[in-house]
T-cell receptor, first 114, second 112 residues
């Protein structure tokens, strides 16, 4: 089944403790992206990647890092999480720039930073 | 990308057609209209997209006005499982970042 898989689904952590949220897609998509969703603010893009080793900032990149060493994986790294990063996170992929199809989203990771 | 305007909410009876409107009066010639939905806190789900012709797939139909300034997503026989937030997004294919810009969407409530 074609899908984007995120792990974990739920995570509670403490301020300052580094964490990684994994994202993997099995569709050979070139483009991947991370979004966060907050009440009243909607979905906002954090980072995106157009292909292996090509990443760039989205609208709200502060406090996050990403890497794209393999086409299928696009982990989101929080080096020193803070309470304002408590949010619902989604990873998404699509075949590539200019692709006319839709995006496939993961099921989400609900992160709480205390 | 052009801005879209959707009413905040609407409801319809189960089994009836749900017609969800979207205004995008500043749409430019190379921008497509996309619809996604989000059920509760699940990941957004792609529904359909189009440029200027009406489109239909197994989930829905998309009707785009001739001037392309508005569109309507039609769910022909709404079920309780169609209760969700529906997002109308206008996006061009050009540019390095294939970003989707989500607005507030329209909350569709399907009643029994």
């Amino acid at each position: 089944e074609a899908q984007v898989t995120q792990n974990p689904r739920y995570l509670i952590t403490v301020t300052g403790k580094k964490l990684t949220v994994t994202c993997s897609q099995n569709m050979n998509h070139e483009y991947m992206s991370w979004y966060r969703q907050d009440p009243g603010l909607g979905l906002r893009q954090i980072y995106y990647s157009m292909n292996v080793e090509v990443t760039d900032k989205g609208d709200v990149p502060e406090g996050y890092k990403v890497s794209r060493k393999e086409k299928r994986n696009f982990p989101l790294i929080l080096e020193s999480p803070s309470p304002n990063q408590t949010s619902l996170y989604f990873c998404a992929s699509t075949p590539g720039q200019g692709a006319r199809g839709g995006y496939t989203f993961g099921s989400g990771t609900r992160l709480t930073v205390v | 990308d052009a801005k879209t305007t959707q009413p905040p909410s609407m409801d319809c009876a189960e089994g009836r057609a749900a017609n969800l409107p979207c205004n995008h009066s500043t749409i430019s010639g190379n921008e497509y209209v996309y619809w996604y939905r989000q059920i509760h806190s699940q990941g957004p789900q792609y529904i359909i997209h189009g440029l200027k012709n009406n489109e239909t797939n197994e989930m829905a139909s998309l009707i785009i006005t001739e001037d392309r300034k508005s569109s309507t997503l039609i769910l022909p026989h709404a079920t309780l499982r169609d209760t969700a937030v529906y997002y109308c997004i206008v996006r061009a294919y050009t540019g390095a970042n294939s970003k989707l810009t989500f607005g507030k969407g329209i909350t569709l409530s399907v009643r029994p």
